[in-house]
């Protein structure tokens, strides 16, 4: 009797005409239990044969089974595995734009060149690493206008919005069409084309200004309407100048989006060119006098924007062959940029807060991280905790000394401000305010001679640290070093514009 059709009773279902195979043992039984209930073998309490359970060893011919019998299981089944809530898509299955086979996806994609527009795309993808503009086109909320009539910056800003969505989601170069016929058209400098009927080379600066004013027109965000543009890269400058011949002043009070480095036969380092062209010596006519006479001065910031914009002014105008020629002059540039020396007397003193209170939570964090570190050490023995110990003692002084000489420093600044008892007393209520200090996020380089010509190139940092070099429709991984050398001196890409964004005062941690 080979095999034997049984009953077998789980819970309240029963499945009848189950086969057994009485030459296989009870654990292949088992097993069609499994596929039928999902119980697990292990799980399983099978009753109804001669000794009560049936066991994974007994003989089937003993235990004197029949045809028809009925048999019960006791034992909970596994949880019946789900459908996943988002079904599975492979790369071959995706639209073409959005294959990544290259792995740069999460940087964004690169722009194709429709025709000398690498001005353009260097632009935009300086642009885009600015997190807080991509958002506030994501809340623009105004539809694309039909073909190219109507408003003109409102239609340059539909198409920045959508190029950047276009940039976030694809995984292949993006054709920047649209962006490039709405910049065209809302600014006919840049549909220039050669004899020949080709657009021609434009100033990626120029570029970068004209999308500005478009965006400040509409993107407006706050109780007061305040152009989002304005709120990110805005600087408030004043001016004061002084006549050359008598008591007579000039105080002037502007706004302006970036700040500019000269470069001259002095100038050196990206401090140097950007205090030269702070520096206003003109000839104006004085009220007092009745004649023109000299005004010496300088502008300094009287409000610092979370984005810092600083050109190169490495291109000028030549007349004798009528177009912008180039200065290669070798002018370095640093990570981080200290905007404290260019600052008004009131902005500084507001600024002494922040940096005390930085660098307070630097030190204590530094301070806990001592600690932590003793700790470990103390339990390894005896002679361990005795070396740490006096490691403690070390850390203790350094930490009380820093505070003190902080103080000192300050007490010659400002004579005891509530601002600096309060940093280094309080420092966490003073986190996300701006320091003064900005890191370096993006660079917009050229190569080249003169401004209409060449080739630029965009360098931007992304969230984990590393730099991609978007050279049009290509991504290329860089390294911090390489960006450093984008400062001149010979045929190579040079720095034209470079964005940093400010440091804030971090969050205390708990």
Not at 429 to 436: I, K, V, Y
Request: charged share 25%; aromatic share 6%; with cysteine.
């Amino acid at each position: 009797m080979p095999s034997v059709k049984v009953e077998v009773k789980w819970g309240k279902e029963v499945f009848k005409d189950v086969e057994i195979d009485t030459e296989q043992p009870p654990s292949v039984f088992k097993m069609q239990l499994f596929s039928l209930t999902g119980v697990p073998p292990e799980r399983q309490k099978i009753m109804g044969v001669k000794g009560g359970l049936l066991k994974d060893d007994a003989e089937w011919a003993k235990l004197g089974l029949k045809p028809g019998q009925k048999l019960s299981m006791m034992g909970t089944a596994d949880k019946v595995p789900e459908a996943p809530a988002q079904q599975q898509t492979f790369m071959e299955d995706l639209p073409e734009e959005e294959q990544d086979t290259s792995g740069m996806s999460k940087y964004g994609a690169g722009l194709q060149n429709l025709g000398n527009t690498c001005y353009m795309n260097s632009t935009v993808q300086c642009l885009y690493a600015v997190p807080e503009l991509r958002q506030s086109l994501v809340n623009y909320a105004g539809a694309a206008a039909p073909g190219l009539g109507g408003d003109g910056n409102h239609s340059l800003t539909v198409a920045t919005r959508n190029l950047f969505q276009s940039l976030t989601r694809s995984a292949q170069p993006v054709p920047p069409m649209e962006f490039i016929l709405s910049l065209r058209k809302q600014y006919p400098q840049f549909a220039q084309t050669s004899r020949e009927g080709f657009y021609m080379q434009q100033d990626a600066e120029e570029c970068w200004g004209a999308i500005l004013v478009s965006l400040r027109d509409k993107l407006k965000e706050g109780p007061s309407g305040d152009p989002v543009i304005r709120q990110l890269f805005g600087l408030k400058l004043h001016k004061s100048l002084k006549a050359e011949e008598g008591d007579e002043t000039i105080e002037e009070d502007t706004e302006q989006e970036k700040l500019v480095c000269n470069i001259s036969m002095e100038v050196n380092h990206l401090s140097e060119g950007v205090k030269l062209a702070l520096r206003d010596d003109r000839e104006k006519r004085s009220e007092a006098l009745g004649r023109n006479v000299m005004f010496h001065g300088d502008s300094r910031i009287s409000a610092l924007p979370p984005y810092l914009t600083i050109q190169m002014m490495r291109f000028y105008y030549k007349a004798d062959v009528q177009q912008k020629a180039k200065i290669l002059r070798k002018v370095t540039f640093p990570l981080v940029f200290d905007a404290m020396e260019f600052c008004t007397p009131e902005l500084q003193a507001q600024l002494k807060g922040p940096r005390i209170a930085t660098k307070e939570i630097e030190d204590r964090k530094a301070g806990l991280n001592k600690k932590q570190t003793l700790s470990e050490e103390a339990t390894a023995g005896a002679a361990g905790a005795a070396g740490a110990a006096d490691g403690g003692a070390a850390a203790g002084g350094e930490g009380a000394a820093a505070p003190g000489g902080g103080e000192v420093e300050m007490k010659d600044a400002e004579g005891g401000s509530s601002a600096v008892a309060q940093a280094q007393a309080d420092p966490g209520s003073f986190a996300g305010q701006l320091t003064g200090k900005y890191e370096l996020i993006g660079v917009l380089t050229h190569k080249g001679r003169s401004a209409d010509s060449g080739h630029y190139v965009s360098w931007v940092t992304q969230e984990d640290g590393s730099w991609i070099q978007f050279d049009d429709d290509k991504m290329i991984p860089r390294k911090e070093e390489e960006v450093l050398t984008l400062c001149g001196g010979g045929d190579w890409h040079m720095a034209y514009l470079l964005l940093y964004r400010a440091q804030r005062v971090p969050q205390l941690e708990a």
